[in-house]
């Protein structure tokens, strides 16, 4: 979805709030989930160059 987003022109870092803080903030979640901030939720996806993923935080443990 990031790439696809990227792709037709909208910028990385737009794409990467579109499929995580403004979906927390619909859901009225925003307060726990969708960025990160001292005291929230930190599941983390860490992405390439290229808006692959390279590792994920899950629950405080990490996969490839």
Do not use: C, E, H
């Not at 022109?9 to 901030?37: K, M």
């Amino acid at each position: 979805m990031l790439r696809r987003a990227v792709s037709f022109g909208i910028p990385p870092a737009d794409a990467i709030r579109a499929a995580t803080l403004n979906p927390a903030r619909l859901l009225g979640l925003a307060d726990r989930v969708g960025s990160l901030a001292v005291g929230k939720q930190a599941d983390l996806v860490i992405l390439d160059d290229q808006l692959r993923i390279v590792r994920v935080l899950l629950r405080g443990s990490w996969y490839t």
